[in-house]
T-cell receptor
Framework: DAGVIQSPRHEVTEMGQEVTLRCKPI?????LFWYRQTMMRGLELLIY????????DSGMPEDRFSAKMPNASFSTLKIQPSEPRDSAVYFC???????????????FGPGTRLTVT | LAKTTQPISMDSYEGQEVNITCSHN???????ITWYQQFPSQGPRFIIQ???TKVTNEVASLFIPADRKSSTLSLPRVSLSDTAVYYC??????????FGTGTRLLVSP
């Protein structure tokens, strides 16, 4: 299995530009998560989907951020317009989802390092 | 969501056993305890998960006392490659995962 695939791996953009991050979860996983990691704030959950439906987007910092999951094999996280404070590593993770007893395990992608100048 | 508390950092030497303890006093009945490992420039990686007593896999052991208010991740005979940040998480089902600051483990020769 190729694992979770994220693209691009690195993105440098100017303030005000639109940024789109992409994620392909592991085949067969029905939960998908977007995280952001910075030195100051650590690893934060932004949004997660179950069966392509957003379950909790309370971690999305503001309206400039949006996420979609049009099908089971693809998700995007968009920032429009981007700002320097959005600079971070963005991780996508997928999970087989809840099983009997409520346990879970998440598989993380390699991350996208975003720099907004 | 159950809040977790773990040491900010730990130091060890190659070949030693390392025990990292996590406190989660308000753990709920349905919550599982999960540990992740993160190397620099990589995403976190699942290590081990348990509900009660002891769980062991090829990488680590997880000890959970009867009251489940804490847990201890045990890494036997660490090597330099075990230098990483270790996160303790509590939750279950579709609860939001909350990664704390983690424990930064440094293994020296």
């Amino acid at each position: 299995d190729a694992g979770v695939i994220q693209s691009p791996r690195h993105e440098v953009t100017e303030m005000g530009q639109e940024v789109t991050l992409r994620c392909k979860p592991i085949s067969g996983h029905n939960s998908l998560f977007w995280y952001r990691q910075t030195m100051m704030r650590g690893l934060e959950l932004l949004i997660y989907f179950n069966n392509n439906v957003p379950i909790d987007d309370s971690g999305m910092p503001e309206d400039r951020f949006s996420a979609k999951m049009p099908n089971a094999s693809f998700s995007t996280l968009k920032i429009q317009p981007s700002e320097p404070r959005d600079s971070a590593v963005y991780f996508c993770a997928s999970s087989p989802g809840a099983v009997a007893g409520g346990s879970y395990e998440q598989y993380f992608g390699p991350g996208t390092r975003l720099t907004v100048t | 969501l159950a809040k977790t508390t773990q040491p900010i950092s730990m130091d060890s030497y190659e070949g030693q056993e390392v025990n990292i303890t996590c406190s989660h006093n308000n753990i709920a009945t349905n919550d599982y305890i999960t540990w992740y490992q993160q190397f620099p420039s990589q995403g976190p990686r699942f290590i081990i998960q348990g509900y009660k007593t002891k769980v062991t896999n090829e990488v680590a052991s997880l000890f959970i006392p009867a009251d489940r208010k804490s847990s201890t991740l045990s890494l036997p005979r660490v090597s330099l490659s075990d230098t990483a940040v270790y996160y303790c998480l509590v939750g279950g089902g579709f609860q939001k995962l909350v990664f704390g600051t983690g424990t930064r483990l440094l293994v020296s020769p």
